[in-house]
């Protein structure tokens, strides 16, 4: 009886070994299978799809530049992919196109590209000599020249600088004319009706060193002459003294604001004799 029972007992315990071995291959297997499929996952991820071609470029830009443009100037084209393309090389590209104030770039894996744009902004315009004649070129806050336009499209919302020497797009301002740019942005943030009520401003060089400016009021035959301290102060104080002149007869050519003070002198009538 106890043999009989004995021999039940390993016969059950093989087929326990048989089936729990059978398991444990199952699960090798499947294990393996896993496996096999991560990896392929991961060099499908990493090693094919970032090669393959952006199904989505966004552009973000502005009017003055097509889609198409900005594509051109970045350097992409349809081989272009999340491998193959360098995101400061573009925004350097991007960066260095006259038109453009900064350019920002974002890549998302793996087939997805962005681009967003700062156009530059009008501060100011400056005379410049073309084959086609004399026309109008604006300068940004930071001092460059980016954008010619003729005289009937200018927009009187910024004054016109003369006295610089044939600026050209991409020049930059000289760095003494620098503040004078920056101090007419600030204006034209705050105070815009009092930049409105200049239509040139004249850079004249001193004898030895510096400049001085020379403001033509819109408004007015009477110019102002000032040091480089273009402010909001002296516009109004400009304004209040030409004011005092609007009903006189006799009206000088110039105030002179340079001192602090304005000064002015009046042209002798000729009585004949």
């Not at 000599?129 to 200018?154: A, H, M, P």
């Not at 002149?245 to 009585?271: N, T, V, W």
Request: hydrophobic share 45%; with cysteine; proline share 4%.
């Amino acid at each position: 009886m106890t043999s009989d029972f004995s021999y039940a007992a390993c016969e059950d315990a093989g087929v326990k070994t048989k089936s729990s071995k059978k398991i444990e291959k199952g699960l090798k297997r499947l294990l393996i299978i896993a496996l096999i499929i991560l990896i392929a996952q991961i060099i499908w991820l990493f090693g094919i799809s970032s090669f393959i071609p952006f199904s989505v470029i966004e552009v973000h830009g502005f009017e003055s530049l097509s889609r198409a443009e900005i594509i051109k100037i970045a350097g992409l084209n349809e081989k272009s992919s999340f491998v193959s393309v360098n995101i400061k090389e573009i925004q350097d590209k991007l960066s260095g196109y006259v038109l453009i104030e900064s350019a920002k770039i974002t890549k998302r894996f793996p087939d997805k590209l962005s681009i967003f744009l700062v156009p530059r902004q009008e501060a100011a315009a400056a005379l410049t000599n073309t084959l086609s004649g004399q026309r109008l070129i604006y300068v940004d806050k930071k001092g460059v020249f980016f954008k010619i336009t003729d005289f009937e499209s200018v927009s009187y919302k910024v004054p016109v600088i003369s006295g610089i020497d044939n600026p050209q797009l991409g020049m930059r301002l000289p760095s003494g004319l620098l503040p004078l740019i920056e101090s007419i942005s600030v204006i034209a943030e705050k105070s815009p009706d009092l930049l409105a009520a200049i239509s040139e401003i004249r850079v004249e060089r001193k004898a030895w060193d510096g400049f001085e400016l020379i403001l033509y009021p819109v408004h007015s035959p009477i110019r102002v002459r000032i040091e480089n301290n273009l402010t909001e102060d002296v516009i109004r104080y400009m304004l209040l003294m030409l004011n005092v002149f609007e009903s006189e007869s006799q009206k000088p050519q110039e105030i002179d604001f340079r001192s602090g003070m304005g000064s002015y002198k009046l042209k002798e009538q000729y009585d004949g004799r």
